[in-house]
């Protein structure tokens, strides 16, 4: 597994992370638990009824024509499954989602954003997504090949495609609680996962931050060059330490009534790639996956407050 680099862009930024069981026989053993010493502590509620969510992430950029159109088969997909059943991560990736100023005869003041990240990188470089040619998508990253790509899906399709995700049963349940300090832009993220049945394999946490509300340039093949785009859902970095490819949070299997809670403090920086961070447009996409399919299980995102 690639530990992704935290860049010098947020250099001053705080990554830390915490982790204790609410079920387990063994006691704390996380030396980064002063790191989180003073956030809040946070109530989960009791949950009954539980949800299986899909995660499609839609790897896209703003010189792709048809990339608009994903976006607007996600959205549709979104609203036909309320309750956010249907969680969207975009990963800009690659030549397509790369700085090109005055593109398509416009101002050299068009076009410069760039909101490729690290983190984005290296899930494009293993999923070979822009390789591939964009838009592509990944559904809880399910039939990975490596040779066939078999995981990369086409937008054309996808209410076909993720029709059977979406009766699938859960079989843990996640929850994210956050608390955010406007004085010092620290937030702090609490990870419950609790497993509804018994599974086998080794499974890890990914905890990501994404942003809404972004405004620049896009091609798109139905309307031209758009000046005022609005790009949403946007990876902008990983809180967790790791990077890329998330926590340990299983080895072996969990047994059905298996409850974790892990704890991650973040400060957002000002600004990504130059781009300002805007707390209140921000969110967290937090899911578990299986380690040797690479498939998520589950998947959940939570509002900065």
Same mark, same amino acid.
């Given at each position: 597994?690639?530990?992704?680099?935290?860049?010098?862009?947020?250099?001053?930024?705080?990554?830390?992370?915490?982790?204790?069981?609410?079920?387990?026989?063994?006691?704390?053993?996380?030396?980064?638990?002063?790191?989180? !010493?003073?956030? &809040?502590?946070?109530?989960? /509620?009791?949950?009954?009824?539980?949800?299986?969510?899909?995660? #499609? %992430? $839609? +790897?896209?950029?703003?010189?792709?024509?048809?990339?608009?159109?994903?976006?607007?088969?996600?959205?549709?997909?979104?609203?036909?499954?309320?309750?956010?059943?249907?969680?969207?991560?975009?990963?800009? !990736?690659?030549? &397509?989602?790369?700085?090109? /100023?005055?593109?398509?005869?416009?101002?050299?003041?068009?076009? #410069? %954003? $760039? +909101?490729?990240?690290?983190?984005?990188?290296?899930?494009?470089?293993?999923?070979?997504?822009?390789?591939?040619?964009?838009?592509?998508?990944?559904?809880?990253?399910?039939?990975?090949?490596?040779?066939?790509?078999?995981? &990369?899906?086409?937008?054309?399709?996808?209410?076909?495609?993720?029709?059977?995700?979406?009766?699938?049963?859960?079989?843990?349940?996640?929850?994210?609680?956050?608390?955010?300090?406007?004085?010092?832009?620290?937030?702090?993220?609490?990870?419950?996962?609790?497993?509804?049945?018994?599974?086998?394999?080794?499974?890890?946490?990914?905890? &990501?931050?994404?942003?809404?509300?972004?405004?620049?340039?896009?091609?798109?093949?139905?309307?031209?060059?758009?000046?005022?785009?609005?790009?949403?859902?946007?990876?902008?970095?990983?809180?967790?330490?790791?990077?890329?490819?998330?926590?340990?949070?299983?080895?072996?299997?969990?047994?059905?009534?298996?409850?974790?809670?892990?704890?991650?403090?973040?400060?957002?920086?000002?600004?990504?790639?130059?781009?300002?961070?805007?707390?209140?447009?921000?969110?967290?996409?937090?899911?578990?996956?299986?380690?040797?399919?690479?498939?998520?299980?589950?998947?959940?995102?939570?509002?900065?407050?």
């Amino acid at each position: 597994m690639k530990k992704a680099i935290f860049t010098s862009l947020i250099s001053a930024s705080l990554l830390f992370a915490s982790c204790d069981y609410v079920s387990n026989p063994y006691p704390e053993k996380n030396a980064n638990i002063s790191d989180t !010493a003073t956030c &809040l502590s946070v109530t989960f /509620p009791v949950v009954t009824s539980h949800i299986k969510k899909l995660l #499609i %992430e $839609d +790897y896209t950029g703003h010189t792709c024509p048809n990339c608009p159109r994903a976006a607007r088969n996600i959205d549709t997909l979104e609203n036909q499954h309320p309750g956010q059943q249907v969680i969207v991560l975009a990963i800009h !990736a690659g030549s &397509l989602a790369a700085p090109t /100023p005055g593109f398509g005869g416009s101002s050299t003041n068009d076009f #410069i %954003e $760039d +909101y490729r990240t690290t983190v984005g990188n290296t899930y494009d470089a293993f999923f070979k997504c822009s390789t591939s040619g964009l838009p592509s998508l990944l559904e809880n990253r399910k039939d990975y090949n490596s040779v066939d790509l078999t995981h &990369l899906k086409s937008y054309i399709s996808i209410p076909s495609d993720v029709a059977p995700y979406l009766t699938e049963p859960s079989v843990v349940d996640l929850q994210i609680k956050l608390n955010y300090d406007t004085t010092n832009r620290k937030l702090c993220c609490a990870i419950r996962d609790s497993f509804l049945t018994t599974v086998t394999g080794n499974y890890k946490l990914v905890s &990501l931050l994404a942003q809404d509300s972004l405004i620049s340039f896009q091609d798109d093949i139905d309307h031209g060059l758009v000046s005022n785009y609005i790009f949403n859902h946007v990876l902008r970095d990983a809180i967790n330490p790791t990077g890329a490819w998330g926590e340990t949070l299983v080895t072996g299997g969990a047994v059905s009534g298996l409850t974790q809670i892990r704890h991650f403090a973040y400060t957002l920086p000002n600004s990504f790639n130059n781009i300002t961070c805007i707390p209140k447009n921000c969110k967290i996409v937090a899911f578990i996956y299986n380690t040797a399919t690479w498939e998520i299980i589950q998947a959940e995102e939570a509002i900065i407050p």
